[in-house]
């Protein structure tokens, strides 16, 4: 009996734990600020979600390998960002502009022992992708972005075929740029260039000589 009672204490104290640690996965937000602050705290398989904030437009995924983080913009808005796990030595994840091909909620790899990617989204045909899977802290996949399985979720249930995804950086390399914030066009430099609005006489401005 005194066994029994530790084994239903010791397993009350492992549901805490993980129930605790499910908890501290993800979180979500209300406001651009709050997403803005839970951002810039997140650890390794964290993530912050906060759809709400921009309702409609075009998504896009901004994938920062430097920092192995991915933002979530949606209209222009960033609406979640969530850590990563890029492709280690051997297998870096390429960088480039890419759309997304196919999205299986059920896919299973054809390479690695039938090993299942949750949530799939192909970026490109020869096996890079953006799913669920393991998040150490560090780059460890063989090339895919790894996210955490409830954030893979809710970015494949939003994300339509085609849309972009951004992979920049280089995982272990020197963070030159800016953190991902609000789109914004940059200079030579990388700094981002002063916003000037619309005039109220102003419907557009045609700006050739800053497109180098």
Request: aromatic share 8%.
């Amino acid at each position: 009996m005194r066994n029994h009672g530790m084994a239903i204490v010791a397993g009350a104290a492992l549901l805490l734990l993980y129930s605790g640690h499910a908890v501290a996965q993800g979180a979500r937000a209300s406001s651009a600020v709050e997403l803005a602050r839970q951002a810039d705290q997140l650890k390794p398989g964290q993530w912050v979600w906060a759809p709400e904030i921009a309702p409609d437009g075009p998504i896009t995924v901004y994938v920062d390998l430097s920092r192995q983080l991915a933002t979530v913009y949606r209209n222009g808005v960033r609406i979640g960002v969530s850590t990563v796990s890029s492709g280690k030595p051997g297998h870096e994840t390429p960088t480039g502009v890419f759309t997304i091909l196919q999205k299986d909620a059920k896919h299973r790899s054809s390479t690695y022992n039938n090993a299942p990617m949750p949530y799939q989204q192909r970026l490109t045909w020869d096996g890079v992708a953006l799913h669920a899977g393991g998040l150490p802290g560090y780059p460890e996949s063989h090339g895919c972005v790894h996210l955490p399985y409830e954030f893979a979720r809710l970015l494949f249930g939003e994300t339509p075929m085609g849309a972009t995804v951004i992979v920049a950086g280089k995982a272990g390399g020197s963070m030159l740029a800016p953190a991902a914030g609000v789109f914004a066009a940059q200079g030579e430099t990388g700094a981002a260039t002063p916003h000037v609005p619309l005039a109220d006489n102003e419907p557009y401005r045609w700006t050739p000589e800053v497109s180098p």
